[in-house]
């Protein structure tokens, strides 16, 4: 009787086993990962348009006629004319993530303008000026203060352009000036190639006019441009994935 008892109640614990067994699993299924972290890292193209301003100017010219004390000077201008303008163009560059907070990188860009403008000038009557195209080629360091998608930057390097200035008795004097830029602006990357820029760039470019009269002749620009930037997949790092305990 007792060896039945143990046996009954061995096949009672066998069956509740198997059918505990059957039973659904209450365990969690496994949470998605996370999307990986954003990187500033690649070759990037794109486009811009905005508006630009020249400063008060100096143009200071002399004769080649020497007057026994000294060139004998043809025209000193002081002007007001702002000469402002439309300003587009492209640019092309290369940024690399340094660390979660900072980027660097470099930027080449061409614009075109309508930026120029007159003058009353003095007795010599008026004087015109005026920028029909520019170009930089700028280093870039940016931080990402709030998140990674968000990128504020200064930015500074050479810049050259097509300077020309016309005065009342002579011929217009046209060159390809050089000098420097520098400036800073935000760009919020809002797809993962896809950002969007507002930058603001002081330019100051020199002139030196030869022939019958020399002038001098330096421009002070002011730009502000809005623009789009394209992230290509030339030598981007994929981005950083992050990991999480379960």
Request: charged content about 10%.
């Amino acid at each position: 009787m007792k060896k039945i008892a143990l046996g009954f109640a061995a096949a009672l614990l066998s069956a509740a086993s198997a059918g505990a067994a059957d039973l659904p699993s209450r365990k969690a299924p496994p949470l998605p990962p996370p999307p990986p972290l954003f990187s500033w890292t690649g070759v990037y193209v794109g486009a811009n348009i905005g508006g630009g301003w020249l400063d008060r100017y100096n143009v200071a010219g002399w004769s080649n006629t020497w007057n026994g004390f000294g060139w004998w000077p043809v025209y000193a201008l002081n002007g007001n004319n702002t000469g402002s303008g439309v300003v587009g163009g492209g640019q092309i560059g290369y940024n690399y993530q340094v660390s979660p907070l900072f980027v660097v990188g470099i930027e080449t860009d061409i614009q075109g303008t309508s930026i120029g403008g007159g003058n009353g000038g003095g007795w010599w009557g008026s004087a015109t000026r005026s920028v029909s195209w520019f170009g930089t080629v700028r280093g870039r360091l940016g931080v990402s203060l709030f998140k990674p998608e968000l990128l504020f930057y200064g930015t500074g390097g050479f810049a050259y352009g097509d300077v020309k200035l016309n005065l009342p008795i002579f011929n217009g004097f046209r060159q390809t000036a050089t000098g420097w830029t520098v400036g800073g602006g935000a760009e919020y990357a809002f797809l993962q190639n896809w950002s969007a820029k507002v930058e603001y760039l002081y330019t100051n470019l020199g002139a030196t006019y030869s022939g019958a009269p020399s002038a001098q002749h330096r421009v002070h620009m002011h730009t502000v441009r809005a623009g789009l930037n394209w992230r290509l997949g030339w030598l981007s790092a994929p981005p950083a994935p992050v990991l999480a305990k379960y």
